[in-house]
């Protein structure tokens, strides 16, 4: 039985062994992360009052190629977006590992909704219908 977590009045469903964190507010945005045991996530973070999602996402690029050597980029479209809807997925290495992250940013309401997914790659790719189903309930609650 999934698990549900209340966010901007929609629920967000993850699997039962994944761990919720949050709200977790660093002042600049509010959100959740769910981890899974193997250290996958997917965090969701609103920055209220702001209506730049494509200046947010790419705020939220330029931190991972700080934070990470060798970085490289695609924009990325996913099934089901909301037309303003922006995204990109970054490959890098830590670790030794390959990571696959994929952002989204979009417009709702007066706000901005960042959501990110990241995992060892080969656990990204056995775990990309996990992460599209947890897009989804947003989504859906959303619309």
Known sequence: MPKKCDFLGTELMYPDNWELTGPVDDGDSEGYVVESPTGMFFSLNRYAGRSDHENILKQACQAMDAEYDEVESEVYKSEGAFPEEVGVELQF???????????LAMQYQDDV???????????????????????????????
């Open 113 to 143: 909704l960042l959501v990110q997914m990241q995992a060892e790659n080969r656990d990204f790719d056995q775990n990309e219908l996990v992460f599209a189903a947890m897009l989804k309930t947003v989504r859906d609650g959303l619309a």
């Open 93 to 103: 290495y830590c670790n030794s590992l390959v990571i696959t992250s994929r952002m």
